[in-house]
Structure formats: C-alpha cells, structure tokens
C-alpha cells in the first residue's frame, strides 16, 4: 500500500484503494460505477469494471464510457420499431445480416429498448422483422412472466415514415 493519506483530499486515512492506480481514497471520495450502470451491454469494458476508483481514474475510464452509452441510449430511445405483423411498407436504407435475440428480460418494453439498443450500438436507427413472447413462469400461487424477443437491425429513411404519419393525422 501507499501512504495512508487520500490522494483527493489529503486528509489521512484513506481507508479504500483505488482499484486501478492503487491510491488510497477516503469514503468521501470514492468513486463507484452504480450497479446495472452498464446493464444493455453484451460486455462490460475492462476499465469500468472496478468497484472503488479514485476520481481521477474515474474521469480517465468510466466517464468516457458512460457518456457513450448515455448517447447510445438515446438513440435506441429514438428508433423505429416496426413488428413482424405490421404490414406497412418500410422505405429500408439497408439492413443487418445479424438477428439480435433476447432470451431473457423482465417485462416488454425493456425487451424492444434492448433490441433497439443492440441496433444503435451498431449504428442502426430502426429494428425490423421484431416479434417479442412472453412465457408464464409459475412458482406455486406467484406468477410472472418472461419475455423473449428478435429484430433485425436496419437504417430506415426516417424523413418518409415522418411525413407519412403527418399525412396520416391530417386525413
């Protein structure tokens, strides 16, 4: 171990380790990534990985990430979705050859914002081709569900579904 002194704040007795430059941290000043902080994604990068950073290692490693994915995020928020059943032409820029799946997820929407999240993480700005299902799980009188769900991520030309919505609500 170092000193026993924060690397922050200077005051003595830092009782963490910074997990990346192996600087002792007070309480105040440790930094911690929030647990499911990074839930949508497939793998959690290396440097965000850590429990206990100081704050300059935390600007360094998690800012950067965290910033990435809040945009990412956003930009899922925003997709297009549209549904295997949907008949409604889709004016396609291109397409994935991937199918994305989740096999897993607590409730319906959270299945179709990882899908779409998957899709804008790759630079797609709809899913196509979605289905979600949902099983029951039965566990003696307490009942839940399971949502399963799969898309294709696309690039969809977003000026004619906008104008085609307009010209919708106005006949």
Not at 41 to 65: K, M, Q, T
Not at 147 to 152: I, T
Request: aromatic share 8%; proline share 4%.
């Amino acid at each position: 171990m170092k000193d026993q002194e924060c690397v922050s704040c200077r005051k003595p007795k830092g009782i963490h380790q910074c997990q990346v430059c192996e600087n002792m941290v007070c309480k105040n000043c440790t930094m911690r990534v929030a647990e499911g902080a990074f839930s949508f994604l497939r793998v959690i990068p290396p440097g965000v990985s850590h429990s206990v950073y100081c704050g300059a290692c935390f600007d360094e490693n998690v800012l950067p990430v965290q910033e990435e994915y809040e945009e990412i995020m956003e930009r899922a928020k925003g997709a297009f979705i549209f549904f295997k059943s949907q008949r409604k032409e889709v004016p396609l820029l291109g397409k994935s050859k991937e199918t994305h799946r989740i096999e897993s997820c607590p409730d319906r929407d959270e299945t179709i914002l990882r899908l779409a999240f998957f899709a804008a993480q790759e630079g797609y700005n709809a899913v196509i081709e979605t289905e979600v299902i949902s099983e029951k799980i039965r566990n003696g009188s307490y009942q839940t569900s399971n949502w399963k769900g799969s898309g294709v991520p696309a690039r969809v030309n977003a000026e004619k579904i906008e104008l085609q919505d307009l010209l919708k609500q106005r006949y």
